[in-house]
């Protein structure tokens, strides 16, 4: 018997597929935690304990599909390898009462305007699937190259 799992992807460009998690995405993503700078966005060098029930839990929250709820993440697919680079998606700030994009790349992809790329896309998705009318970007002061993201994909400065 074959069990086969269908790649649910809810957005393409010329480098990348933002898909559905896949339990097998795990390693990829504790790979890329390794060297410590996926830190700030919460994926420690240990996340290997948790990154099984992580993703079932994403799958979970995505199957549901509102952006109110808690988060929504996705995987960040190279086309041409097939390699796991990073995620984007959304979480929901319930201090500010609004949703806020999210997104990483992993260390050796980084400079090929990948974020740029899967920001550009999943906005693209946000808005073309959800009754909203805002979504905000939060990012710490020294994280300049994700404040260039934003700027490029159209995010301005409100508030510091």
């Known amino acids: 018997m074959r069990i086969l799992q269908l790649k649910i992807i809810i957005a393409e460009n010329k480098d990348l597929l933002i898909r559905q998690l896949d339990p097998k995405d795990a390693k990829a993503f504790s790979d890329m935690s390794k060297d410590g700078s996926l830190e700030e966005v919460g994926f420690t060098k240990d996340c290997y304990q948790w990154l099984d029930n992580w993703i079932k839990e994403t799958t979970e929250l995505n199957i549901d599909n509102n952006p109110l709820k808690d988060y929504l993440a996705y995987t960040l697919e190279e086309k041409r390898t097939g390699k796991v680079v990073g995620s984007v998606g959304c979480s929901y700030y319930y201090d500010l009462d609004t949703v806020g994009i999210c ?14 790329q899967a920001a550009e896309d999943y906005l693209q998705y946000y808005f073309d699937n959800y009754d909203l009318s805002q979504i905000i970007a939060t990012i710490k002061d020294s994280n300049t190259a994700s404040w260039k993201v934003a700027e490029k994909t159209g995010f301005e400065l409100i508030e510091l």
Not at 103 to 116: L, V
């Open 103 to 116: 997104y990483f790349i992993s260390a050796e992809y980084r400079n090929r305007g990948y974020a740029t």
